[in-house]
């Protein structure tokens, strides 16, 4: 814990990401939808942004991608701005599900409430939460993180939005369960729609390092806005550390040690508090549905800086 | 994360329990033995021990109870130190179960490989292992004890073995349905009479913080013997972050955010990594399994002294 | 086995339904949707078909009621009409399933192929087999139910219908999940609206026990048209006899012996092939679903005639 | 319904077994203990015993194999004779179980209740009612066999009975988890004792069809001793009907249309109530665990002679 930044450097990046570019080939790109498919595997990226806001990056830190389940972290953090705790939290819980992300065993036996915010059910239910809320939560989301990162072009990609919608039938019957348990207040289409917005936002990693730094920050920007409390951060890396990589979050935790969150996409977020955050982005998933060298790249680099929370 | 120690000290533990006492009468002594349901459920205490070695302690730090699940820290640490890390983890997961803790739905259908290591059926898989090795595994883990401790008269709290082996249909089910997958080597019933002899051992609060704190010490004892690796002591607190307070794991990293493994006995032991260990007791469990009041104490511990690893 | 008919008259259901009266109050009327919960707890209702198209008939023989899941007999006979029996028995399959009648575990463990077309998932999967068959299926089924009965009038209960279609999210949760596994061809909303209908149909106990005579008399109508063959008839007793009364199937053929079909409404049909087929009516719900008078009212049947099919 | 026992005859049989012969090779032998996996895929064996006592056979109807859980149905039998109706179904359900013949899932769930007598977890409740009210229950079988079918030498295989008991642990979990809700008497490993010793029956098929001959003979054995009421056995049949055959118990009515039970040895009884029993034999087994041929051989039979009971 003691030696902040002082190895932190683009070699240091790039050597890492030479080191994993090995193992591409023995993962596996998310193929649901074919707009993920046709992502070719070769990516591979890493961006570091310190709470001082130097930058560091490597590979390909400037190419955006469909960031996915990252985007659950937005989506809470939204919902943290606008409603009381005890209003989120009677409606999904913060515990890890042990079981895959789109599940709905588990959802039926916890009468419609979902284990945490980062499995999909519990974004769907956040995403509702900011529907209700917002007239406009597309427009909404889109000026956040736009706000956070400072990058005015930052969008969706519609044609990913588009895609998931039309494969939506998993997700529809996790919010009609839900709903059908009286945990779900909008039409269940409309959220949906929104929520793969979410979704399918387009970000680099250098713009997800910036934009998750307040998580680091003790809630705050490089700018010095207070987005949320010290507290809420501290509470969004705990979720993040105990449920943030779907069944592989106690893999992470034991192997890497520092909060993350992971998409699809094959991006990955991670915090070290008071520190800095971590982008990398590897297309190709485990088993676990995290990017396989992506996960490898943030063990290297927790090894070599001795940061790890524990 | 900066103020270390300059507020720990006795009157803040008493202060501490002050505040939480009000809440006895709220939990429940767990009740499935007799040992363990005549505890006065009046009991409260709590001790820090810092990895300079310095003790903190507050009401009854000096009385002994049955450590129960916390023992299974105990468990995998001996098993660390005779088994390659291979050879550990093929035969017992690393992620939270999502599920009470003694559950046999999901060891079925995970075709008898545990969770993790701090559910029933991971300890005694790890028992099985130890009574695998050693030749007189209750011996061993004695002496283990009170090598971490200096403290030459702990001991098992026979009765309460004795109590336990009587009610062990359950356990003696989980062990059964491991060995039907071929997870298991030596006798169902010998291993179990180990492993609940390893919950009975009778510590007091004083006790666990020391003999713990090789946890927030990198590995190594007060008196500088290295006892596991520093990345092994990173490891298990990373599993006691996700996995050490049953299914209210993700609910303990939100609110305190440091790791910590609890007992049914009431117990808890907590590690700030380079920092100290704090042990509470407070009989009275939650509806998780974890002691109501000694949560309580914790939160406002890690609220008072900022010392939350998020 | 011996002593067909000889005690069958309306003196005989007139006093079965005097003893099961003093049940009423024992059980619960249906109240997911206000529809049903409004009906009176005091209808009871029996009337007997033979297959030589003789009529006995006792209480409330003449009302019609919402006959709910008693469709789903129908929907199959239909859907045979129409479909190859592959085509059938590869979307859905022919087993009992442990568990309430509208549980989405075991659709989703097992891949979106419901259990038995007699639980909701197995219905509204031939109701999108019929769906997607007939271009106006409400109609078709009308017509279908007249030509069994010989009453023009029966027709649906738009109210019940509508109130359904409000309270669908369980339902469209199921259809979805079945969707998300490709089991599943029309639109998810416009199939349950035509599900919703089929349970409303609105018939009362002699026409009940007139449209399933094809089913005691080798798929024949008592004007001799062949509806199926005998042996698709034998096929749909074999169903109803292990998944016809939910998750008291076993009970109902433990007690009672002979092949039947419950509805929420309080409806049950039985059939005893080659002899008579028997329609009951009390809106109070037992345990599992099923009529408490209904199945008490059939038991006494079964004993005073001595014709179960063991 | 009508032509009864006017087809049956020893070609009939051969006619049967010659058909389905050709289906061997398509199954698998039980191989989960030596003693079962060595016996040869093709033996093949079919017998029919009538009400009125005659006998029909063909293939090795005279050679005998291990029963295994067709003698489930003997240990219901002796524990109706001895037990009250009440004192069995308080410890054991009436319904089909939805899920393969060992799981522990459902039992947990449930309770300790297992669903029916006739999966492992209900007829080991049943072995230990028997244990707990006869001094010498392995003897007692024996001679109840014995009286059944006038075989004096009818006896277990205690090779088989062995290698069950060194196979034990998925079975002893079942009786744990039974024990630790308190649905269990006796000591776990004696019942498991017994219960193997049962399974390891040594019966022909000839033998077979006359043990089980009360059941289509309303409880009453060829020599007029009322073993059972009519009513026992109509309920035992009806239990068949619905819990039978494993997780293919559905298939099996659809298919044949009859009561039966099967055994992992590849045996199989029939019932035809008041008419006649048939047992066949072929050892390799379909997915549901059931005789592949010999459920052809059935199937052929129900055909010919048209006696489902539907």
Known sequence: MKTLNTTLSNTLLIDILQQVRALIGQGKVANYIPALAEVPNHHLAMAVCTVEGEIFSAGDAYERFSIQSISKVLGLTLAMTRYREDEIWCRVGKEPSGLPFNSLVQLEMEKGIP??????????????????????????????VRSLTGQTDISYDNQVAKSEMEHASRNAAIAYLMKSFGNFKSDV??????????????????????????????????????????????????????CGMYDGSGEFAFRIGIPGKSGVGGGIICVVPNAFTVAVWSPELNKSGNSLSGCAALELLSQRIGRSVF
């Open 189 to 242: 289409l409309a959220v949906l729609e929104t929520y793969f917005h979410y979704c399918s936002l387009s970000m680099n990693c250098v713009e997800l390092a910036q934009c998750f730094n307040y998580l680091a920050n003790n809630g705050r920007l490089l700018n010095n806005d207070q987005i949320i409390t010290p507290i809420q951060a501290r509470q969004i890396n705990a979720l993040m550390m105990t």
């Open 115 to 144: 284990r945490n915010p980062f499995i999909n059910a519990g974004a769907i239910i956040i995403t509702d939460m900011l529907q209700f809320r917002f007239s406009t939560p597309k427009q909404r989301m889109l000026e956040f």
